[in-house]
Each structure stands twice: as structure tokens, then as C-alpha cells.
């Protein structure tokens, strides 16, 4: 099994752009997860879907982040637009419902 | 709502010293339990997990944690840590059938 796909690895942008990070989960995980992790903040839960539905946003920062799930092997979180304060490692995750959560490689943004 | 405390920010040690991490939850119900690891630059791997079952697990790299559920705690330890180690651990619970939800991290140096 290839784990979760992430991409891009590293993305650098300047402040003002729309940034879109993308995910596949792992084949027959019915949950996924975007969390962020800073210095600062350590690892935050942004957005979990079940079943391509999501659950719970309460973690997205503000309307400039958006996440979608259009089906059960694809998602993407977009910040439109993008600040300095946006730049984090952004993990996606996925798993079984009430199993274990497997990470993957992370994309590190950096928002000049 | 539930929460997870872990008791130390940051822990250092020799190598070949014995570790303990704390870790404590608040949730009433029945709760699959877990330890991750991030090594310096790279995403969350799973150490170990408890599902049901004997209350002491062993996970990979000689670690192991121990369910006491009087506590609510699900503490991790190894008798020797290696220079390797050095990372940063992350407690987790997942009630069942809901969300995952983290503990704020405690980082381990081992100095050699």
C-alpha cells in the first residue's frame, strides 16, 4: 500500500495567492483529516470528513481556508488568499472509523 | 468535551536512562488509546495502541504503555532509551466510533 499520498511536498508562495494542497487517502479509509503544525501552535485538527462528509470545521481558522472531499480517494484544503501566518507543515490523515490514523508526508507552505 | 494532557513539554535524557511519559484523558466511555512518534522533519508514525484487552501493549522500537483505567491514564515507557529516540511523542484518543484527539506533544532528547 502506498500510505497517503500528499502533495506537493513544499509549496512557496507570496502572500496573496491561492493555495490548494491535495490528498489522497489510503484505499477503503472512510475517515480523513487536515491538521496544521507550527512551532508556535503544535498540531492542530482543521477539518475531519467520514465518508466524504464533513464532520467537524471548527478547526479551519477562518473563511480563507476551504476543504472539499468530492469523493473517497481525493480532497484538497485551499487558503485563498494566503498569508506569512498560513506557513505551517499541513498533514493530511486517514483511517477506518475508531481505528488507527495513518499520516501522511506532510506539505510544507511557506507564504512569503 | 474530551481533552488529552501529557505532563511533560519537554524531557531530557542520558542514554541507556529508563523513560516514562504521562499521558491522561477525559472521557467517561470506552476509548481506543494510542502513542505516536514524529521524528525531527517527518510526519506521525504509530508506536503503539490499545484497543481491549491486556492493559499492557508493547510497540515497536522496545516501547510499551500500560491502560490503568481508574486513572484514565495510558502512560508510555521504555527501560533504555537510545540517542535515536530523540523525537517527539504524542498521546491520542479516540472515543469510540468519534474523532481523534491529541495531546499536546512532549519532546524527548536523548543526549548520547
Known amino acids: 500500500d502506498a500510505g497517503v499520498i500528499q502533495s506537493p511536498r513544499h509549496e512557496v508562495t507570496e502572500m496573496g495567492q491561492e493555495v490548494t494542497l491535495r490528498c489522497k487517502p489510503i484505499s477503503g479509509h472512510n475517515s480523513l483529516f487536515w491538521y496544521r503544525q507550527t512551532m508556535m501552535r503544535g498540531l492542530e485538527l482543521l477539518i475531519y470528513?467520514?465518508?466524504?462528509?464533513?464532520?467537524?470545521d471548527s478547526g479551519m481558522p477562518e473563511d480563507r481556508f476551504s476543504a472539499k472531499m468530492p469523493n473517497a480517494s481525493f480532497s484538497t484544503l485551499k487558503i485563498q488568499p494566503s498569508e506569512p501566518r498560513d506557513s505551517a507543515v499541513y498533514f493530511c490523515?486517514?483511517?477506518?472509523?475508531?481505528?488507527?490514523?495513518?499520516f501522511g508526508p506532510g506539505t510544507r507552505l511557506t507564504v512569503l | 468535551a474530551q481533552s488529552v494532557s501529557q505532563h511533560n513539554h519537554h524531557v531530557i535524557l542520558s542514554e541507556a536512562a529508563s523513560l516514562e511519559l504521562g499521558c491522561n484523558y477525559s472521557?467517561?466511555?470506552?476509548?481506543?488509546l494510542f502513542w505516536y512518534v514524529q521524528y525531527p522533519g517527518q510526519h506521525l508514525q504509530l508506536l503503539l495502541k490499545y484497543f481491549s484487552g491486556d492493559p499492557l501493549v508493547k510497540g515497536i522500537k522496545g516501547f510499551e504503555a500500560e491502560f490503568i483505567k481508574s486513572k484514565f491514564s495510558f502512560n508510555l515507557r521504555k527501560p533504555s532509551v537510545q540517542w535515536s529516540d530523540t523525537a517527539e511523542y504524542f498521546c491520542?484518543?479516540?472515543?469510540?466510533?468519534?474523532?481523534?484527539?491529541f495531546g499536546p506533544g512532549t519532546r524527548l532528547s536523548v543526549l548520547p
Open positions: 490523515a486517514s483511517r477506518v472509523v475508531s481505528d488507527t490514523q495513518y
Open positions: 491520542a484518543v479516540s472515543p469510540y466510533g468519534q474523532n481523534f484527539v
Open positions: 472521557y467517561g466511555g470506552t476509548v481506543n
Open positions: 470528513f467520514n465518508n466524504n462528509v464533513p464532520i467537524d
